[in-house]
């Protein structure tokens, strides 16, 4: 009796164990943002493609750098990314081909309700990072080389200023990771419209500033060169870069919503 | 306080509904976990207990090794393999980085100093005693070999189900070698991570609810196995 149950118990296990393990399914590797993951988007434009080509789609949502840094390795077959200009060295260095633009939507800076910067209506990124750390108020980075990070130094550095750890802190985490960090805070902190309206209704801390050009922030997919890694799924990433930048797939883009509000504007030439 | 308690609410509503998502990552979590602690257990008794048992020279410096490596950081063990397993790596061309084999290895070197040095602690505090004893009264090699087994049998699945402790509930080694795909090596730790990032309490609550429950499970085992034997 004791050994029976040892016994049914052990074939379950094994079951549970190597079942799934062995699925042959053909897979494609997309590295991709945290924002566009987490935003739901690529769970609803995806699911058609891989029906179609009969392939699973494994997205490893990380930041824009990390990203990028996967494709170099050649860990993945595409990237999904934003950081115009590091794209453009990623494939002017040979890792990647074919760039093509996606869609686009824009950073906001949010912020305290009673907004002890005054920068509440600006629609100047700069000088609202100005009047940030001129108050002494506490700014929130993701610190880690992702597209946003990227963007927000980039226009730190347009300012001249070089925040102190007193007042510029550095989660190291995905978009809505820092933006929770920053409502528990009730601190400032820039990150794209989707990843905003995502979460609107889950925050305290308000938009404060938008509008700016600076603030402008594209998408591009770039596949792994197969020059480069013989082993990238190249014809699958092709295929995919065909159906984001499709008319349909566009169209679907343009329709995501999240509480009537349009997340990110197609813009695949 | 109110987001709490609806968290809780939602979280049960998951559990109960066995929601599949919920159930995917559950069992992920169980396939992941139990092929690597079974890895761990086939290869740490016998080595734990050649340590334990053994005569020689550097016996109780393997010991103090084997104790030092049950505190490896996930994290590291994590990163190391990760540089080994990328494409750009040693062993890239074997193409299992993302993968739930990935994350078997990774948890696998996490729990195995954990089974050998609780068995060999343990098999040492028995010593050869029993051994002796059942060879002096006439019984075989392998006769009294199977009595000592039966002597230490508490201590090996203890330190059985610490190493599935250790590798059920780590973050570090899944997050960084599996990449927390979803239906594929997203596991209760790396999704309760995912979760709590984006705000969503309820999902990540219901895992966590699982991850005490079978932790619970685990020390009612040990318990028992523990009550019998005295």
Redesign the interface.
């Known amino acids: 009796m004791k050994h029976l149950r040892l016994l049914i118990l052990s074939i379950f296990?094994s079951i549970?164990?190597?079942a799934?393990?062995a699925l042959a399914q053909e897979t494609l590797?997309l590295a991709t943002t945290t924002s566009t993951y987490?935003t739901g988007l690529l769970?609803y434009i995806f699911p058609q493609f891989e029906k179609k080509h009969d392939v699973?789609i494994?997205?490893?949502?990380v930041g824009t750098g990390k990203a990028m840094k996967l494709g170099e390795?050649?860990?993945v077959d595409v990237i999904l990314v934003h950081a115009r200009a590091a794209e453009d060295k990623f494939v002017t260095d040979g890792f990647g081909v074919n760039r093509r633009d996606v869609m686009y939507n824009d950073f906001v800076i949010l912020g305290p309700q009673e907004d002890p910067a005054k920068i509440t209506g600006l629609n100047d990124a700069k000088k609202a990072l100005k009047l940030i750390y001129n108050n002494k108020q506490m700014f929130i980075s993701r610190g880690d080389d992702s597209g946003t990070h990227k963007k927000e130094r980039y226009l730190w550095s347009k300012t001249g200023i070089t925040p102190g750890p007193s007042q510029y802190l550095e989660t190291g985490?995905?978009m809505?990771?820092t933006l929770?960090v920053a409502d528990e805070k009730n601190a400032y902190v820039m990150l794209d419209r989707a990843t905003y309206l995502f979460?609107k209704d889950?925050i305290r801390i308000k938009k404060l500033v938008e509008g700016d050009k600076d603030l402008f922030n594209p998408y591009g997919i770039i596949p792994v060169s197969p020059y480069k890694?013989k082993?990238a799924k190249y014809e699958l990433a092709m295929a995919l870069t065909a159906w984001i930048t499709s008319p349909k797939c566009q169209e679907m883009i343009k329709n995501y919503k999240k509480g009537g509000h349009q997340l990110y504007h197609p813009n695949a030439k | 306080m109110e987001y709490i308690i609806n968290g809780i609410k939602g979280a049960i509503q998951i559990i109960f509904s066995l929601d599949r998502e919920f159930l995917g990552i559950v069992?992920t979590s169980?396939?992941i976990s139990?092929?690597s602690t079974?890895l761990s257990a086939f290869l740490g008794i016998p080595f734990g207990l050649w340590v334990g048992l053994g005569k020689f020279k550097g016996r109780n410096f393997l010991q103090t090794i084997l104790n030092t490596l049950m505190s490896l950081p996930t994290v590291v063990v994590g990163l190391t393999l990760y540089s080994f397993l990328?494409?750009?790596g040693p062993l890239?061309g074997v193409?299992i980085?993302?993968t739930?084999?990935a994350v078997v290895i990774g948890q696998f070197i996490l729990a195995f100093p954990i089974v050998a040095a609780f068995t060999s602690s343990g098999a040492n505090n028995i010593g050869q005693t029993p051994i002796i004893a059942a060879r002096l009264l006439g019984a075989g090699k392998i006769k009294s070999n199977l009595l000592f087994l039966k002597e230490a049998k508490i201590i090996i699945i203890t330190s059985v189900l610490a190493g599935f402790g250790r590798v059920f509930a780590e973050v570090g080694v899944s997050m960084m070698l599996g990449?927390?795909?979803?239906f594929?090596t997203r596991n209760i730790t790396t999704a309760i991570a995912l979760e709590?990032?984006?705000?969503m309490f309820e999902l990540g609550i219901a895992l966590g609810i699982v991850l005490i429950s079978v932790a619970f499970m685990i020390n009612i085992i040990v318990f028992q196995f523990q009550r019998k034997q005295s």
């Open positions: 296990l549970t164990v190597f799934n393990f590797r987490e769970d699973k494994h997205i490893i949502s390795n050649g860990d985490q995905g809505s990771a929770r979460n889950k890694y082993h | 069992a169980l396939r139990l092929t079974a990328s494409r750009r890239g193409n980085l993302f739930p084999l990449g927390n795909i979803r594929y709590t990032s984006k705000g």
